[in-house]
């Protein structure tokens, strides 16, 4: 099988829906659904991009350490999933349904095997 990493894609500045509580009970009962069938290996939320803190190695061993995300985006990483599928196809019927659970776009991108 497969791993494939979910990006969920969140629009900066926005804010939570009205129904946030609806969609966290069905991403509730889809991830369990997913962890019934041997899909899901792990997801996570992540704190807003101004939590984030960027480390370089430059030229002469330094390292630079900055505040802030990496690249200024109309939209951010919000969180992530690790699923194993058969291939992409059995995949993206995963990625269609969180999808519809949570109502923002997600990046799919498979993980490179050894």
């Given at each position: 099988m497969k791993q494939y990493f979910l990006g969920i894609q969140q629009p900066e500045g926005g804010t939570p829906p009205d129904?946030?509580?609806d969609i966290m009970?069905?991403?509730a009962a889809l991830n369990d659904e997913m962890r019934a069938a041997g899909v899901w290996v792990f997801s996570a939320g992540l704190h807003a991009p101004s939590t984030a803190t960027v480390v370089q190695a430059r030229p002469g061993g330094e390292v630079l350490i900055t505040?802030?995300?990496y690249v200024e985006s109309k939209e951010?990483?919000?969180g992530f999933s690790i699923i194993?599928?058969?291939d992409l196809d059995a995949a993206l019927v995963w990625v269609g349904r969180l999808a519809s659970?949570?109502?923002l776009p997600i990046e799919v991108r498979p993980i490179?095997?050894?």
């Open positions: 129904n946030l509580d009970r069905d991403l505040d802030g995300p951010y990483l919000a194993r599928a058969e659970v949570i109502g490179i095997d050894e």
